[in-house]
């Protein structure tokens, strides 16, 4: 596609993709929510259950640049159509599966379908923006991730606890057939992005601050997914918390992250992005902190919004971060900042799966703020060495 769209075609095709977003958002996050069912369901420990999430971070992490570079030359109407439809048809398998084995099996061919959309959902509004609301369309589309944290997340747990896991995750299949439509009703033909280059990755990967970027991203999510993977049964079985309760606090989280993800959205170009990460990573880890401290349901709700307010605006804040580095490198460094994320859910997934099955909740918090110390310190060496233009600027 040369040439961009008119407002109302453009806010169409925005919506439409927040859409699919919010759909492969609720598909990554439901082990999360459905948890307690699950574990109850197949008779498997939380433990092994959390390994889920360990499994869809390694595909997602594994296969979203090598399926970028193989689906390059495709229309993305038809591409992103067809993902969805894959994540859609997985998800209603997964519903039916007999036991843990088969639904790690179908979950983790199901999630090519979002190791695909969301960056090639990116890509597509790019190109289909004008340069100067390129930004605002970006981080639109991926506020569907946000959302998914305020209805998705919370909703998991409660549909889990009162009808179970497989009318969770079966709504996951249904919501995304819906998404799939809805792009396909909106988005216009021809949108093709250009290819990234072997010169463009190999300049990523021998830059010493864009790649301690790119770490601190890994650090982060590894902080994250250390707790986040068992909260549900942590709130259940530590704090005594009810369906109600464990929704409701899932439910503060998505909240206090949506509307602080909207602010970052507005501020970040004048508050400089590497500050930016550094104060949404201090917020992180005082909630750490806190955590063992927490000892009752409403203690916890007040003690994750640190958290919360950096857990989805940290990621996209790292996304301008590397973009104002290095601009002409951005396809190349996001994506593999991307994978980043991934990398670092199944880093803490797995960290925190370790020791519950050695030691139970007791140090998970404490695992958390270890990873977080190391990525703030690593953090602050990158914007040292090379600060960027918008952190010279706001320092001014």
């Not at 969805?84 to 398998?93: I, K, R």
């Not at 057939?177 to 300049?203: E, I």
């Not at 859910?345 to 110390?373: C, D, E, N, R, Y």
């Amino acid at each position: 596609m040369t040439a961009t769209l008119d407002a109302r075609a453009l806010a169409r095709s925005r919506w439409a993709l927040l859409g699919g977003n919010f759909a492969i958002a609720c598909g990554v996050m439901a082990p999360s929510g459905v948890m307690n069912d699950l574990v109850d369901s197949l008779q498997v420990s939380a433990a092994v259950a959390g390994q889920l999430i360990t499994i869809g971070a390694i595909v997602l992490a594994l296969s979203a640049p090598l399926l970028a570079a193989w689906v390059t030359d495709s229309d993305r109407r038809r591409l992103l159509v067809l993902w969805l439809l894959w994540y859609a048809v997985g998800h209603l398998l997964a519903a039916l599966s007999p036991d843990f084995t088969t639904l790690a099996i179908v979950r983790t061919v199901t999630l090519l379908g979002a190791a695909v959309f969301t960056p090639q959902a990116g890509a597509a509004i790019a190109v289909m923006a004008p340069p100067h609301a390129r930004g605002h369309a970006i981080t639109f589309v991926f506020l569907g991730w946000a959302v998914a944290s305020v209805l998705g997340l919370p909703l998991h747990a409660y549909v889990s606890e009162a009808l179970g896991w497989r009318v969770a995750i079966g709504g996951v299949g249904a919501l995304s057939a819906l998404a799939a439509v809805w792009v396909w009703r909106v988005m216009p033909d021809g949108v093709r992005p250009a290819a990234l280059s072997g010169a463009q990755w190999r300049t990523v990967f021998t830059d010493p601050v864009l790649m301690a970027v790119v770490v601190v991203t890994v650090l982060t999510g590894a902080a994250q997914f250390t707790l986040f993977s068992y909260m549900a049964p942590y709130f259940r079985d530590e704090l005594g918390a009810s369906a109600a309760q464990i929704a409701a606090v899932f439910l503060v989280f998505g909240v206090v992250g949506l509307a602080a993800s909207v602010v970052v959205t507005r501020v970040i170009d004048r508050f400089g992005a590497a500050r930016m990460v550094a104060l949404l990573m201090l917020g992180m880890a005082a909630s750490f902190a806190l955590w063992p401290f927490a000892r009752s349901v409403s203690a916890m709700a007040l003690a994750v919004v640190p958290w919360a307010v950096g857990c989805f605006a940290a990621q996209s804040s790292q996304h301008a971060r590397l973009t104002s580095l290095a601009p002409p490198l951005a396809p190349a460094s996001m994506a593999l900042n991307s994978a980043a994320i991934y990398v670092g859910q199944a880093i803490g997934a797995a960290t925190g799966g370790a020791l519950l099955a050695v030691s139970g909740f007791s140090h998970l918090a404490w695992a958390a703020l270890a990873w977080i110390v190391v990525a703030i310190a690593l953090s602050q060496w990158a914007a040292v060495r090379r600060p960027s233009a918008g952190d010279v600027r706001a320092a001014a």
